[in-house]
């Protein structure tokens, strides 16, 4: 069983543990995600059809920032049409903007910046250009912090090749941001060192630079004039050595990320010389990454004047100085597994701490995140894991920011199963905790819905869920997946089952309005596909049965379902799977309980009044396959539909007459005390027979179905027909002329397991009490 503790002795930067922070979800919260998916609450389409917000509504600083992240969060999209909320200024207010994988072009950015931000963060965002940059100097006054990633509004073709021409070559600066501190341009390719030049030369009072996977920055000399830096992070940048005398200027630096994923970048030629170089240079670094370098050496020990060193010959002078965190993950020669290492946090994979510690560093670097993530996995799988909490909510970060990207979907996705699976009771009791699990799910199945394994992991980790209870919340998308999953991925496949039967728990156990969107959404149309394709194959399995029984529970007191089954032809695929599979005892219930459904609607009964149809029908009534239960069900179907009188009954062959002797005879041979594999939520279309008085033989069925139910599982069914008002109805048949003794002494039977019941659970009550 794995353990949750809350291991607070380890400073993580990130709200370390879900279920110590299990707060349910706040209205606010509520709110903000029913809007996000409803803005017609708040906004009006105008001609254009973008959006605005109605009249008489305005925003504060805080929830306009709210709306703007809640959305940037979920799977919808942020367009021109949405950005325009926030073009009135006098109605919206911004400060701080952070946006990934967005639809925006020039002029929303626009739109955006003319709230005089002081924080802008973009990735991902295709359709901005080279003319953002001249609004960045133009509305970027107030901008202290700048983050663009993968986001190519710097074009080769104008800065790449020194074309002196463009204007900002000709002034001496690429955009002014003059209060910019921290400013991170992260995946900057083939742009040459003086573009670099220009960009920061005008930017003196940095504290925080970002050049991750940026190329051609040269000897880096370019900075010296930043005099303020702090924080410098170069992680995936060529040629670092050459960038060690210039790095070492940087008195000021408290945080340096060398570190890399690519092992052709961090091999350096004197590892150990290096390191000491930029450690003894900065004497005020507290954080310090090296991961996927050789710069920690061999990992033997150094002595200085006979007295104890470390095991990272380049941090000896820090021995009495210890790094608040050292990045050291997959760094040659194992350095994280070493003992003497000066740092109170360590990024690595020597245990559990490491990784984790790891996983939060490299939060924002999807190339790392994936290998810790794997090694993740692998603690799960295999080993006994000390900090569960704090494992779930990096999980859930990590798939969270990284949603397209699919090898973190998969490795996080492969984690939560493991986590849900272990945590059991502690997990299930935090309802807020449950959902987001459940949503960041959905979030990777919805996005990745053709890939496989994705949806096996999706799918194993919703099965560790109470199936619908904790997935109402986010329904009608659920259903729609799993109908992917059925219809639209490899045939005969894991995912095709487990899909299937996830489909049929949903269905089975949710109410009438949420069957109709079962059916809405394509329920009974791909489970009629599936079963046409196990027609053609000749197959008669567990897909098949679990198809029928899926349609059993969506038609289940949904006359719109039943007709759209009738309507897909769903008699025909009956006739045939009986033909090709007549003793399949599972099959035969699952598609005579189906029917049963169907006739319990009165207009769509006609439809059942064949020759051929009641031939079927008759001749099932002498079923004994799976006990009671088909021929149980055919004169369910039978009962129905003579319930409309003998002027209905159009049909000559069979007789009327003869299909219901054949079904008394059946009924007298049924054992009272059958167990049952049947499950009703209400008793009205039982109760509707019950006052069929010109038909005895429909309430013979009825009473029947009732004295057996009430007296096999009192507990469950005899509240049901006190609450339905059956037992009314059992008296006054049992005191009309009319019905034989049979079905009189049938009702009485009920009447007295209800009574029996009651005084049952009276004397528990009293023993209770």
Known sequence: MLQSKCRHSIALPLDSCSFCNSTPESLLD??????????DTICVANQFGNLQLREG???????????????????????????????????????????RKTQIGNED?????????????????????????????????????????????FPKNIYGHLKFTEEHYDKGFIFLAPALKKLSLRGLQELQSDFYMLLLNQLMNLTH??????????????????????????????????KITAICKLKLLRHLDISTSKEDRGKYNKG??????????????????????????????????????????????????????LGLYETSHDACLRYDIPAKL????????????????????????????????????????????QTLNIVLEAMGRHMHERHIQISGSATLFYIVKGTGKELHDVVKVKRRIITTLLNGMSLHRDDDTMMRNGCLTLCQFKIPMDVLFDYERLVDILLHSVHGMQQESFVQRIGIYLLNSLACQVDGQQKVKLGDLG??????????????????????????????????ETPSNCRKFLECNGMEFFLSCLEKFPDKEELLRNMMGLLGNVAEVQELRHYLLTSEYLEVFSNLLDSRSDGIEVSYNAAGVISHIASDGPEVWNVANPSRAAVLKKMVSAIERWDISSQRNINYRSFEPILYLVKVYHTPECQYWAVWALANLTKVYPEKYCS???????????????????????????AGIVVENCKQHNEWQGIEAHFDG
Request: charged letters at 20%; aromatic letters at 6%.
């Open 209 to 242: 630079l970002d050049l991750s996977n940026c190329s051609h920055l040269q000897n880096f000399d370019y900075t010296e004039h930043l005099t303020n830096l702090t924080s410098l992070i170069l992680y995936n940048v060529d040629n670092i050595e050459c």
């Open 109 to 153: 950015l626009e739109v955006l910046l003319k709230h005089r931000l002081l924080e802008l963060e973009i990735s991902h965002s295709p359709d901005l250009t080279s003319k953002c940059v001249k609004l960045l100097t133009e509305y970027g006054t107030s901008l202290n912090s700048l983050i663009i990633e993968d986001t190519n509004i």
């Open 523 to 556: 329920a009974i149309s791909k489970m009629i596909w599936l079963i046409s394709e196990r027609l053609k194959k000749n197959l008669c399995d567990d897909v098949l049965e679990v198809a029928w029984s899926t349609m059993w529970n969506v038609t289940d």
């Open 30 to 39: 509520v709110c903000f995600d029913y809007i996000n998916n409803h803005l």
């Open 720 to 746: 049901l027909i006190e609450k339905e008002g059956g037992l009314d109805l059992l008296k006054k048949l049992m005191k009309t002329p009319g019905p034989p003794c049979a079905v009189k002494l049938l």
């Open 346 to 389: 360590i990024a690595g994979n020597a245990n559990e701490e490491q990784i984790l510690i790891a996983a939060l560093a490299f939060l924002d670097r999807p190339e790392m995140l994936q290998k810790i993530l794997n090694e993740l996995f692998h603690v799960f799988r295999f080993d006994s894991c000390e900090y569960v909490g």
């Open 57 to 99: 509504v305005a925003l504060p600083v805080e929830i306009s920032e709210r709306l703007l992240s809640v959305r940037s969060n979920s799977l919808n999209h942020i367009n021109s049409k949405f950005i325009n909320i926030f073009s009135d200024t006098t109605c919206t207010r911004l400060k701080r903007v952070k946006l």
């Open 272 to 325: 150990n010389e290096i390191l000491t170089t930029i450690v003894e240079s900065l004497p005020r670094l507290t954080s310090l990454d090296i991961s996927g370098t050789n710069l920690a050496g061999t990992g033997v020990a150094e002595h200085s004047n006979g007295s104890y060193a470390s095991d990272i010959p380049g941090l000896s002078s820090r021995v009495t100085n210890p790094f608040q965190y």
